[in-house]
């Protein structure tokens, strides 16, 4: 399957070649089955005194610590070999538990621990195998079940817990490209059981390896440019026990001349709008696209990124660099520093910045702390006192003026979100003083242009795809200097070039809501 979209040419190639001597799943073997099938649960409710097979009842508006146990046998003709060889590389676990509630899991009395600290899984893959022994078995589970309900309900998890081999090996979250310049291209993924990846110069495994990351579940990597990385392939290969999977592509490239972007936000929720979006973007080619954050309904529900976000426009990443900017729904989720690859040190810093051509871009969590005098400010005051480019952008997920419902005032006529009161009082004065060009935030899920005093005009593209908001109904005083509103799903491409940038906010249909044209300002 061959792909020309954006700037990347894309091939997938999915492999399953065991080497000699490698382990993989008997012929004619079953498809794994979960173990838990035939079980024996129990269930304990006065702290380990007294467990039985009922099941526990919670009273409504009460938490109870729930301890369940799960009994189960493996024997050798389902998964042990002759030898004792265990044929199986990772077990998946799947709860069926509300992930809102606390609890904790573990498999012969060792502790199951999910891949990332803060996230919530519904199934937490990537358990060792060798936790299974001969025989009896124990999963244990301990859950401070809270009913949230008016009547009393039934404690009734419903467990499964299966064994994939490593011909499985699959790309849960591949491969997303992140920041970029002449010099380097980034790359992230994510495997569905422990491997290593590996970049290989010249478009296949047996090529020169040129970067590669260490046995684990997320792998973030960065790589020198050769002389003639602009013409060659390379592939990104997955690797446990011999099985491979991986893809071959040609990676992106900075623009000579003129610099085109893409900005966007608030894709949320709604995946095929999301699509939508997505594939219009991919279209018009741009040379990256930043993005001003809220990705997800919940950011810390970690099935949500692959279903709502990466999934639906998995060619699109593949494809476009893509440049994060934090949102309120992502809920400071440890995966968002890992699966994007920021213009930073290390490439996990979520304030950054990048010259690309003749533009400055400028990254920003804005629901960190910059008050005046604060680090953050002081940062972002050098970051622009320093910077030749004509045309400086500021994205950050709080608009510093809106007609929706964030833009909502105090008594005292300001912002009563901090960060969008930070957004006005703080950042858009140091954006004025630099004479940048625009901030560029999301948040209220429309497009919206606004030209407040100082010159730096501020857009709001939060449309690509999360449910789209009306005006506010104090709409002309929270923002008196709105000039285009449009409540539709849509894009914004950028084009700078010499002394002048336009800026088209575009539908998916290809429908032109509003444009601008931008002179540089004045450099030394």
Same mark, same amino acid.
């Given at each position: 399957?061959?792909?020309?979209?954006?700037?990347?040419v894309?091939?997938?190639?999915?492999?399953?070649?065991?080497?000699?001597?490698?382990?993989?799943?008997?012929?004619?073997?079953?498809?794994?089955?979960?173990?838990?099938?035939?079980?024996?649960?129990?269930?304990?409710?006065?702290?380990?005194?007294?467990?039985?097979?009922?099941?526990?009842?919670?009273?409504?508006?009460?938490?109870?610590?729930?301890?369940?146990?799960?009994?189960?046998?493996?024997?050798?003709q389902?998964?042990?070999?002759?030898?004792?060889?265990?044929?199986?590389?990772?077990?998946?676990?799947?709860?069926?538990?509300?992930?809102?509630?606390t609890?904790?899991?573990?498999?012969?009395?060792?502790?199951?621990?999910?891949?990332?600290?803060?996230?919530?899984y519904?199934?937490?893959?990537?358990?060792?195998?060798?936790?299974?022994?001969?025989?009896?078995?124990?999963?244990?589970?301990?859950?401070?079940?809270?009913?949230?309900?008016?009547?009393?309900i039934?404690?009734?998890?419903?467990?499964?817990?299966?064994?994939?081999?490593?011909?499985?090996?699959?790309?849960?979250?591949?491969?997303?490209?992140?920041?970029?310049?002449?010099?380097?291209?980034?790359?992230?993924?994510?495997?569905?059981?422990?491997?290593?990846?590996?970049? @290989?110069?010249? /478009?296949?495994?047996?090529?020169?390896?040129?970067?590669?990351?260490?046995?684990?579940?997320?792998?973030?990597?960065?790589?020198?440019?050769?002389?003639?990385?602009?013409?060659?392939? @390379?592939?990104?290969?997955?690797?446990?026990?011999? @099985?491979?999977?991986?893809?071959?592509?040609r990676?992106?490239?900075?623009?000579?001349?003129?610099v085109?972007?893409?900005?966007?936000?608030?894709?949320?929720?709604?995946?095929?709008?999301?699509?939508?979006?997505?594939?219009?973007?991919?279209?018009?080619?741009?040379?990256?696209?930043?993005?001003?954050?809220?990705?997800?309904?919940?950011?810390?529900d970690?099935?949500?990124?692959?279903?709502?976000?990466?999934?639906?426009?998995?060619?699109?990443?593949?494809?476009?660099?893509? @440049?994060?900017?934090?949102?309120?729904?992502?809920?400071?989720?440890?995966?968002?520093?890992?699966?994007?690859?920021?213009?930073?040190?290390?490439?996990?810093?979520?304030? *950054?910045?990048?010259?690309?051509?003749?533009?400055?871009?400028?990254?920003?969590?804005?629901?960190?702390?910059?008050?005046?005098? #604060?680090?953050?400010?002081?940062?972002?005051?050098?970051?622009?006192?320093?910077?030749?480019?004509?045309?400086?952008?500021?994205?950050?997920?709080?608009?510093?003026?809106?007609?929706?419902?964030?833009?909502?005032?105090?008594?005292?006529g300001?912002?009563?979100?901090?960060?969008?009161?930070?957004?006005?009082?703080?950042?858009?004065?140091?954006?004025?003083?630099?004479?940048?060009?625009?901030?560029?935030?999301?948040?209220?899920?429309?497009?919206?242009? #606004?030209?407040?005093?100082?010159g730096?005009?501020?857009?709001?593209? /939060?449309?690509?795809?999360?449910?789209?908001?009306?005006?506010?109904?104090?709409?002309?005083k929270?923002?008196?200097?709105?000039?285009?509103?449009?409540?539709?799903?849509h894009?914004?491409?950028?084009?700078?070039?010499?002394?002048?940038?336009?800026?088209?906010?575009?539908?998916?249909e290809?429908?032109?809501?509003? #444009?601008?044209? *931008?002179?540089?300002?004045?450099?030394?």
């Amino acid at each position: 399957m061959c792909r020309d979209i954006g700037r990347l040419v894309l091939v997938v190639v999915t492999l399953a070649l065991p080497a000699c001597g490698v382990f993989g799943p008997k012929a004619g073997a079953a498809e794994p089955q979960n173990l838990l099938k035939d079980a024996a649960w129990e269930f304990c409710i006065d702290g380990g005194r007294t467990f039985t097979q009922q099941l526990p009842t919670i009273g409504p508006g009460k938490t109870v610590l729930v301890m369940v146990r799960g009994t189960f046998t493996v024997s050798e003709q389902s998964i042990f070999a002759n030898d004792d060889e265990l044929p199986y590389a990772v077990l998946e676990l799947t709860h069926g538990i509300d992930p809102r509630q606390t609890m904790s899991f573990a498999l012969n009395g060792r502790r199951i621990d999910p891949p990332l600290k803060g996230m919530r899984y519904q199934t937490i893959p990537a358990i060792d195998a060798r936790r299974l022994k001969r025989g009896k078995n124990v999963l244990t589970a301990d859950v401070a079940v809270k009913n949230r309900r008016d009547k009393p309900i039934k404690f009734a998890p419903e467990m499964s817990l299966v064994p994939l081999d490593s011909s499985r090996l699959a790309f849960q979250t591949a491969p997303v490209f992140g920041a970029f310049d002449k010099d380097y291209f980034s790359i992230t993924c994510r495997t569905n059981m422990p491997a290593t990846v590996g970049i @290989y110069r010249g /478009g296949q495994a047996g090529g020169s390896a040129v970067a590669a990351s260490g046995p684990g579940l997320i792998h973030r990597l960065r790589i020198s440019r050769g002389p003639d990385a602009a013409a060659q392939d @390379y592939s990104l290969t997955a690797e446990r026990d011999g @099985y491979k999977v991986g893809l071959v592509f040609r990676p992106p490239v900075p623009a000579k001349g003129k610099v085109v972007f893409a900005a966007c936000g608030d894709s949320r929720t709604h995946v095929r709008d999301w699509q939508k979006v997505a594939a219009a973007m991919a279209k018009a080619r741009p040379g990256l696209v930043v993005f001003s954050g809220d990705m997800v309904t919940s950011g810390r529900d970690d099935w949500l990124w692959d279903e709502q976000f990466f999934g639906p426009a998995g060619e699109f990443f593949a494809a476009v660099p893509f @440049y994060a900017v934090i949102g309120n729904h992502e809920g400071n989720a440890p995966l968002f520093d890992e699966i994007f690859y920021t213009p930073s040190a290390d490439g996990r810093s979520r304030n *950054w910045v990048q010259t690309i051509g003749g533009a400055l871009l400028i990254g920003i969590d804005g629901d960190q702390d910059f008050a005046a005098g #604060s680090d953050n400010a002081r940062w972002l005051e050098q970051t622009l006192s320093q910077s030749g480019a004509r045309f400086i952008f500021l994205f950050t997920h709080y608009p510093a003026w809106s007609s929706g419902g964030h833009g909502r005032l105090d008594a005292d006529g300001k912002p009563v979100e901090k960060p969008v009161r930070q957004s006005r009082e703080i950042i858009m004065p140091l954006l004025v003083k630099y004479k940048a060009t625009a901030m560029i935030a999301g948040h209220d899920h429309f497009y919206e242009r #606004s030209a407040p005093p100082g010159g730096v005009t501020m857009i709001i593209s /939060g449309g690509a795809g999360a449910p789209l908001y009306k005006k506010a109904a104090d709409a002309e005083k929270q923002n008196p200097y709105s000039k285009v509103f449009a409540s539709k799903l849509h894009y914004c491409l950028f084009e700078a070039a010499g002394e002048t940038c336009t800026m088209k906010a575009v539908t998916p249909e290809g429908k032109v809501i509003d #444009s601008m044209t *931008w002179q540089g300002r004045d450099v030394k």
